[in-house]
């Protein structure tokens, strides 16, 4: 079935460090792809997405490219913030009559001063 | 304007109670989802609407979970007697559109704990 598989947490990383969140999936076809954050204490919040190969979401410093030949969608981000410290989500969908998403586990990410 | 909204936002269970879930989606959002969270989980789809309708409920983990959107806007989970296991955060989202890709909004959840 449909699966995505994110790298397990927590990311411990001090400020202006470079992140990679690590995330791949398992589907038929030709999903699209999301970050979603939840911060303390808050709902989820679309980070980013990407709706074919190749395409590149990116938001708040935040990238991801859709690979399909590797199935994979690494979350990206150059210099990290105390700000950023949340958790992160990848999930899938197929959109269509449904447009149901699939998520991971979630990685949290604590950024220290 | 404002977002999608839930409450409770925290409700305690005695184990073979009835309770109700409330979600309120934007205005004028056409598609609601219900998802359920276990502690140190990824949100996993329960049920769908289109409107009032209930596209998908492929997810509903037992015929002890139903919903209901009667008007196209508010929608109620209910859960009759209620076992441990079903203790988790209930998340409801919504879209604008039908179809398509579209951006889901999330309410911040209702917490379910039975003891």
């Known amino acids: 079935g449909n699966s995505v598989t994110q790298m397990e947490g927590p990311v411990t990383l001090s400020e202006e460090a470079f992140l990679t969140i690590n995330c791949t999936y398992t589907?038929?076809?030709?999903?699209?792809l999301f970050w979603y954050v939840q911060y303390p204490g808050e709902g989820l919040q679309l980070l980013l997405k990407?709706?074919?190969?190749?395409d590149k979401g990116s938001n708040k410093g935040f990238e991801a490219t859709y690979r399909k030949e590797t199935t994979s969608f690494h979350l990206e981000k150059g210099s990290v913030q105390v700000s950023d410290s949340a958790v992160y989500f990848c999930?899938?969908?197929?959109?269509?009559?449904?447009?149901?998403?699939?998520f991971g586990t979630g990685t949290l990410l604590a950024v220290q001063p | 304007g404002a977002g999608v909204s839930q409450s409770p936002r925290y409700k305690v269970a005695k184990r073979g109670q009835d309770v109700a879930l409330r979600c309120d989606p934007i205005?004028?959002?056409?598609?609601l989802f219900w998802y359920q969270q276990a502690l140190g989980q990824g949100p996993e789809f329960l049920t769908y609407?289109?409107?009032?309708?209930?596209?998908?409920k492929s997810g509903l983990p037992s015929d002890r979970f139903f919903a209901e959107r009667p008007e196209g806007s508010v929608s109620t989970l209910k859960i009759q007697r209620t076992q441990q296991e079903d203790s988790a955060v209930y998340l409801c989202?919504?879209?604008?559109?039908?179809?398509?890709?579209?951006?889901?909004?999330f309410g911040p959840g209702t917490r379910l704990t039975v003891l």
């Open positions: 989202a919504s879209s604008l559109q039908r179809w398509g890709t579209d951006t889901q909004y």
């Open positions: 609407f289109q409107n009032e309708a209930q596209l998908d």
């Open positions: 990407a709706t074919k190969a190749d």
């Open positions: 589907a038929t076809g030709y999903p699209s």
């Open positions: 205005s004028g959002h056409v598609s």
């Open positions: 999930a899938l969908s197929y959109g269509g009559a449904t447009n149901k998403l699939i």
